[in-house]
């Protein structure tokens, strides 16, 4: 929980480190957010997204630390390099949140989902799911003799392919809940 | 040493120790237990507005005039939906108030309550923060953080919801010295080696410039004294946004007077011009940029600032510094003078005489006429009979808010308030009201356009009331005068909708309201009339007859550099003289 010790958001980051922030390629981020774990403080994030046109590409958010009422948010967002800068400057200056990493430009960092997908079908379709479920590491979470319901972790790219494939073998419903992140080392 | 009370008491307790002497408000269902404890005690007075728009507009006055955080009380539903507006002005200027609104009982909340809106969700994008109290032992606490928020980091407008039945309840109060506010603190000390890169651009910058902000005023007195030695020590010229005007003295020999869109030539030029910009508590708004490609383009940029999104956020820079202006140019004189003082001089030397050939371009000259009120004139005027009194000037919106900036000077921060950030038409007249209650004994005047005027004018009721002398200078032109500007040069002349049919008569409706009214056409009458209002002893509305098609010069029309400027007619004459750098 080293993270939550770290001074707050507009007291110490860096905005405006000396990166080309002219550049025009979109970039995609992700940045973790320690909010109060208050009523309306996600809303206040979200508004922030709405309201100055960012994207938002996936987001996460969950209390993290149960005394200290904090949440974690992670937001999965695309922009040059000018417009993620403005996304944490614009975050860090919120009243209710307490530090903005972005872990995409702070170094390596591991990304995972989890993703209920549903698949029926019987016979030869059936075999081909499970068989490339197991390949994907995804347990059967729930089964009946004409469906599977598959759970796995993983990178948003590895779950779309799995996705992908089970289309043609009977995928009928999927739930997705968005990246965790977090910076690899110490 | 617990004390018990009431929601409501807890309310007017918080108030007091937080120093509040006056709140600006409505009264409504949803606080009526907190209009009881105003009631019942006569430390902080209460002015009851026409319109809660008003209040709020008031607070901002009351906040921009003394440097304070101001307060407004409203009730729930409409109360707080008629606040929105002032919230969100007050956010585009940074202006620190505490907005408490009154909200339908916790347990009512969500059934579509009489008087229920979702008040904090309404609020939120318009607000630097806002809370709703669901418990009475949570309410003096947060009302404390409230206040701290508005006033620390980038002041800003905050708002409290309080159910009716949190109001009624008991609990523990809680002192301001126990409020947990630690959470929120900006930083305020700008980064060391930032600032010495900025003194050695300093050093050696041929053509500098100091473009302030309303940053500057926010940072307090000092800060404005901070930057006048600054000026005065290095020789640099000042420029200054609409919001900035009275931080460095208009009266100082370095100003070159305001800049943007209906800024002056020479200190557009200057900015166009300059090597060096140091942007001091501004916020590089597009009203200063125009065409952001080619803004500024050969300068190296340096952006004092509090707020780490207002960095980088239009215009790339080279020196960012966090920080509190007051704080950073403390720092930025210490370092300055201990490294031997030095600038430029000789390159100085030539860069004024530049701007000396701007100046003469006289960009702010018009046609005189004995015949009908320049709008201009009245204002040069109003100056003349007016400056050196202990003075403050609030405006409306349109093109006499533009000429008030470009004719009336201001030697002091704080003494200047206008709508910058929103545009607000109606700003003015409870400005200018909340300003009075700030500061009785002052001479308050809101320049104002007629159209704006009558956005908010049942204020007049509150202004008599509570016996605010304010003097309403209505530049009267028939004309929503900067719109038809606008048509006039960008829309073919097409003029829709923008004159102003079947007004009041001006006087008639002032004895209405049971105040002076003056009326004036003849520009020979001028004086006189001015001296009257400014003789009379209470709220005075005087309507000033202007010349209708007059347009506000210099001008960059949105989205054009600063470098293709359109002069008046009169200025023009004077521009084949003028070298462009
Ligand atoms: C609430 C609001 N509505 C519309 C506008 C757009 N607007 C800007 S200036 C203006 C005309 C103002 O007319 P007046 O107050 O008479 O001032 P003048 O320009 O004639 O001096 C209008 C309609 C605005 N700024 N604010
Ligand atoms: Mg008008």
Known sequence: MSALNIKKGSTSHSAYDLRDSHSEVEESHTLAVIVENEPGVLARVIGLFSGRGYNIDSLTVAEVDHTGHRSRITIVTRGTPAVVDQIEAQLSRMVPVYEVHDLTAEGPCVQRELALIKVSGRGEPRIEALRLAEIFRASVVDSTLDSFVFEMTGTPAKIDAFAELMRPLGLKEIARTGVAAMSRGA | ??????????????????????????????????????????????????????????????????????????????????????????????????????????????????????????????????????????????????????????????????????????????????????????????????????????????????????????????????????????????????????????????????????????????????????????????????????????????????????????????????????????????????????????????????????????????????????????????????????????????????????????????????????????????????????HPDALVINVAGEASWLMNMQEMGTAMQFRAPVKQFILNNERLGMVRQWQELLHGERYSSSWSESLPDFVKLAEAFGCKGIQCTDPKDLDEAIQEMLAYDGPVIFDCRVEKHENCFPMIPSGKPHNEMLLSADAEAFKSGAVLV
């Open chain 2, 1 to 438: 040493m617990t004390r018990q009370m009431t929601g409501a008491r807890m309310v007017v307790q918080a108030l007091k120790d937080q120093g509040v002497d006056v709140v600006f408000g409505y009264p409504g269902g949803a606080v009526l237990p907190i209009y009881d404890e105003i009631f019942q005690q006569n430390d902080i007075r209460h002015i009851l507005v026409r319109h809660e728009q008003g209040a709020v507009h008031m607070a901002e006055g009351y906040a921009r005039s003394t440097g304070k955080v101001g307060v407004a009380l409203v009730t729930s539903g409409p109360g707080a939906t008629n606040a929105v507006t002032g919230l969100t002005d007050a956010l585009m200027d940074s202006i620190p108030i505490v907005v408490l609104t009154g909200q339908v009982p916790t347990f009512m909340i969500g059934t579509d309550g009489f008087q229920e809106a979702d008040t904090v969700g309404i609020t939120r994008p318009c607000t630097k923060m806002n809370w709703l109290v669901k418990d009475t032992a949570k309410l003096s606490e947060t009302i404390h953080q409230a206040f701290h928020v508005a006033k620390a980091g980038r002041p800003g407008p905050v708002l409290v919801d309080i159910p009716k039945d949190v109001q009624f309840a008991n609990a523990e109060y809680t002192r301001p010295e126990k409020a947990r506010t630690d959470h929120y603190a900006p930083r305020v000390k700008g980064d060391i080696d930032r600032i010495t890169r900025l003194v050695e651009l300093m050093e050696t910058a041929e053509r500098p410039i100091l473009y302030t902000g309303g940053g500057v005023i926010n940072s307090g007195r000092g800060a404005s004294q901070l930057l006048r030695e600054l000026a005065d020590a290095t020789d640099f010229p000042v420029t200054s946004t609409l919001m900035g005007l009275g931080a460095y003295p208009a009266s100082g020999k370095n100003w070159l007077g305001m800049l943007g869109m209906h800024g002056l030539y020479e200190a557009n030029l200057a900015m166009h011009g300059c090597d060096l910009m140091i942007n001091i508590g501004a916020r590089f708004d597009d009203r200063i940029t125009g065409r952001v490609k080619d803004f500024s383009p050969r300068s190296k940029k340096a952006h004092i600032d509090i707020d780490p999104s207002s960095i980088n956020k239009v215009i790339h820079v080279d020196i960012p510094i966090l920080g509190d202006v007051g704080h950073v140019l403390e720092d930025l004189l210490k370092i300055w003078k201990a490294r031997g003082r030095k600038v430029n001089r000789e390159a100085l030397s030539k860069w004024w005489a530049q701007i000396g050939e701007w100046k003469k371009v006289n960009c702010l000259a018009y046609a005189p006429s004995d015949k009908t009120i320049k709008p201009q004139y009245a204002l040069q005027r109003l100056e003349a009979l007016t400056r050196g009194r202990n003075r403050y000037i609030t405006t409306e919106v349109g093109q006499h808010q533009m000429w008030a900036a470009q004719y009336l000077g201001f030697d002091e921060p704080n003494r200047w308030m206008t709508s910058g950030g929103l545009g607000t038409m109606g700003y003015g007249l409870p400005a200018s009201i909340g300003v009075q209650v700030a």
